[in-house]
């Protein structure tokens, strides 16, 4: 008989590791670069927004995940506390914005790579990205054990960088003074026809999917050791980590080099950090970035590919996919089938080529996805609850808010995507219907 139920394996530390994992990468090697193109030196801004946006989120999926711990995160939520429509649309969010996510860290490992090299061409990164995603795509199906030994190594070896970059950096960027901070509001913009506050906006919705690697700690509800206590303290104790870091890093980023520097490096070459840490005159200092840039980007591939496969396991489960992307390995530690299917999506996207595309659809579909775990926070029972309701009502209110902000064409795509996928939704239950007594 076919396995379906993962074990319980994972800890607190181990839970943290993978949320940090998670998190600290693309958002603070790239994406920050990407978000002063359009906010220019209100970028800090923008991060600190993002990151009490990202809290309330946060808390939300902490106490869901805590009192519903099973794979597949705010589409399981959806599920138990709205309704299946609504559920649906939660898990084909996720899949959505994090297979965008993950094409931008690979695209974001190959260009600091061909950056160590002093490299540059268009091609040779898109090929390197779909390769490292075969790769990491192997590293998966070898089982969950490890993986955690591996993404162990690549948080230690990323937080050593950036406490580097930090470190040696601040002095430089407080020896600059104001200057690149001045003016602080600026219409910075490549079409020269976006505000000052729509840049805020706009730079904060993609600074939040930055923060938003803790959904990966709720969508292994079901392989950590007990859930209720483990969940939501790993969950807090890594966004307090990543919000100080990202804060730090920000600073010593555009005090360093500037805004427009960061947003021709990031658009450009994908490696902003790197070139800041030219500035510091550190013989070593921007290889040292590369490394960790590099060992970053392979940490968020690995666990959003463990993510990602875990909610299309659960979507399989209940037939909203096929039933073959819930089959488990005879050990019963990883859906192989859902890990392939993910693996091969996001190597797909890689072929965009384009890190501010993929990025900023990143943060249009996190962002409702978000805002549902918000509404789904909003229905628990007070028995079940850990958090007052307002927190939840920030974290959807915000969403839905600052989902709008990205550039027109990004949301529009998106909402057909959700359109397309709930169409898919009505097609599923219909043609299961006969075989609904054997659905969980």
């Not at 695209?107 to 600091?112: P, S, T």
């Not at 540059?120 to 990164?125: A, F, I, N, T, V």
């Not at 947003?263 to 902003?272: D, F, K, L």
């Not at 959807?396 to 909402?415: D, K, N, P, Y």
């Amino acid at each position: 008989m076919v396995t379906t139920v993962l074990k319980r394996e994972v800890g607190l530390w181990g839970a943290i590791l993978m949320g940090l994992g998670s998190i600290i990468g693309t958002g603070v090697f790239v994406s920050i670069g990407i978000a002063a193109e359009v906010a220019g030196p209100a970028v800090v801004l923008a991060v600190i927004i993002a990151a009490l946006v990202a809290i309330c989120n946060g808390l939300s999926s902490a106490q869901l995940a805590a009192n519903h711990a099973v794979s597949g995160g705010t589409y399981e939520y959806g599920y138990k506390y709205l309704n299946p429509w609504l559920g649906f649309s939660a898990g084909w969010m996720f899949l959505l914005a994090k297979s965008a996510s993950a094409a931008t860290a690979a695209l974001g490992f190959a260009g600091y790579l061909l950056n160590a090299f002093h490299l540059s061409s268009d091609m040779l990164r898109v090929v390197i990205a779909f390769g490292v995603v075969v790769i990491l795509t192997a590293v998966v199906l070898s089982g969950i054990r490890r993986s955690n030994v591996t993404n162990m190594t690549i948080v230690a070896v990323t937080l050593t960088s950036l406490l580097f970059f930090i470190v040696v950096g601040l002095p430089v960027a407080v020896s600059s003074g104001m200057d690149h901070f001045v003016p602080f509001f600026a219409p910075v913009a490549s079409d020269g026809a976006r505000t000052p506050l729509q840049g805020l906006l706009y730079a904060s919705a993609l600074m939040f999917v930055s923060y938003t690697g803790y959904g990966r700690i709720a969508t292994l509800g079901e392989e950590v050791k007990e859930p209720r206590q483990t969940i939501p303290r790993a969950i807090i104790i890594t966004m307090i980590l990543t919000m100080v870091l990202y804060t730090f890093v920000a600073i010593v980023g555009i005090g360093s080099v500037g805004a427009d520097v960061f947003g021709e490096v990031a658009t450009e070459q994908a490696a902003p950090l790197e070139v800041a840490a030219r500035s510091f005159g550190i013989p070593g200092g921007s290889q040292i970035m590369v490394i960790g840039a590099i060992t970053a980007m392979l940490g968020v591939l690995l666990n959003l590919l463990l993510g990602l496969s875990r909610v299309l396991l659960a979507m399989g489960r209940r037939r909203d996919m096929p039933h073959g992307v819930a089959q488990l390995n005879e050990s019963g530690t990883t859906p192989q089938v859902a890990v392939l299917v993910v693996g091969i999506a996001i190597a797909a996207l890689t072929l965009i080529g384009n890190v501010k595309t993929t990025w900023s659809f990143s943060a249009f579909t996190v962002l409702i996805y978000y805002a549902l775990t918000n509404l789904a926070a909003l229905r628990l029972p007070a028995q079940e609850r850990l958090y007052p309701r307002w927190i939840a009502w920030v974290g959807l209110l915000a969403c839905l808010f600052l989902a709008f902000w990205v550039e027109q064409h990004i949301w529009l795509i998106g909402i057909g995507l959700l359109l397309a996928g709930l169409l898919w939704h009505a097609a599923a239950q219909r043609l299961s219907r006969p075989g609904n007594a054997s659905r969980p």
